[in-house]
T-cell receptor, first 114, second 112 residues
Framework: ETGVTQTPRHLVMGMTNKKSLKCEQHLGHNAMYWYKQSAKKPLELMFVYSLEERVENNSVPSRFSPECPNSSHLFLHLHTLQPEDSALYLC?????????????FGPGTRLLVL | DAKTTQPPSMDCAEGRAANLPCNHS???????VYWYRQIHSQGPQYIIH???NNETNEMASLIITEDRKSSTLILPHATLRDTAVYYCIVRVSTDSWGKFQFGAGTQVVVTP
């Protein structure tokens, strides 16, 4: 247990569906991250939030919409996804998002888009 | 960002020490060396990090060369549960948000 939880752990959705991924951290951190890991590829950073403000958006398509209502919760809203969006989506948190701090990852949500 | 080079795979016998090398020849003075591992289909797990001194914790030891151009992660007594992909990452400093750039890592297989 890293102190970062993600739900659901597995998700199957059609291309016309809308779904949301949830992440919660119990570490008192103030920065949270979404990463995507496609099969056989390295992790790709998608979004960074610090103190509930989005500070990084790595050219992610608008069909992915993040939301950070407070420093403990992070959501990734999904709509009209494509099959190539099937991947492991990982959430992480850290103390301040800057410098040499350590990021702690959740277990991930395995997403399959049909 | 400095890049890292790791061997794609290595095997290790259970109970023996596993020494995982990483080259980061373009590392700059304020970049940390981080090690994570990822067991199949799970989230990456933090192992250890350091700047220039050697570090040890309950999981592993990190040896950084004096010129900081390479490092070695040592798992002192490998177990089957240590089978995972191990990532060596150099972390940019204070003006970048969350810039952990994961490469392909080293697939470590611990065998009985």
């Amino acid at each position: 247990e890293t102190g970062v939880t993600q739900t659901p752990r597995h998700l199957v959705m059609g291309m016309t569906n809308k779904k949301s991924l949830k992440c919660e951290q119990h570490l008192g951190h103030n920065a949270m991250y979404w990463y995507k890991q496609s099969a056989k590829k390295p992790l790709e950073l998608m979004f960074v939030y610090s103190l509930e403000e989005r500070v990084e958006n790595n050219s992610v398509p608008s069909r992915f919409s993040p939301e950070c209502p407070n420093s403990s919760h992070l959501f990734l809203h999904l709509h009209t996804l494509q099959p190539e969006d099937s991947a492991l989506y990982l959430c992480a948190s850290s103390q301040d998002g800057l410098g040499g701090e350590t990021q702690y990852f959740g277990p991930g949500t395995r997403l399959l888009v049909l | 960002d400095a890049k890292t080079t790791q061997p794609p795979s290595m095997d290790c016998a259970e109970g023996r020490a596993a020494n995982l090398p990483c080259n980061h020849s373009t590392i700059s003075g304020n970049e940390y060396v981080y090690w994570y591992r990822q067991i199949h289909s799970q989230g990456p797990q933090y192992i250890i990090h350091g700047l220039k001194n050697n570090e040890t914790n309950e999981m592993a030891s990190l040896i950084i060369t004096e010129d900081r151009k390479s490092s070695t992660l040592i798992l002192p007594h490998a177990t089957l549960r240590d089978t995972a992909v191990y990532y060596c990452i150099v972390r940019v400093s204070t003006d970048s948000w969350g810039k952990f750039q994961f490469g392909a890592g080293t697939q470590v297989v611990v065998t009985p």
